[in-house]
């Protein structure tokens, strides 16, 4: 499991970075056939693109 400390604004850029990566997955299952993946995935990329715009602390909750 991934490093849990948490530092002042590393859950932006987490979740910036989730947004790319889940953007680029979405593209990749969707040209190839897997349509609910790539739909699933395209959730996970507006999740992560909200909570980097709006902040969220560790424990989930919006700052």
Do not use: F
Request: proline share 3%; no cysteine; net charge negative.
């Amino acid at each position: 499991m991934a490093d849990q400390t948490q530092e002042p604004g590393n859950s932006t850029a987490v979740a910036s970075y989730v947004a790319t990566m889940s953007a680029d997955l979405a593209s990749m299952a969707r040209r190839t056939g897997l349509d609910t993946l790539g739909y699933l995935l395209e959730m996970v990329r507006l999740e992560a693109e909200s909570s980097s715009r709006n902040g969220h602390q560790p424990n989930g909750r919006r700052t």
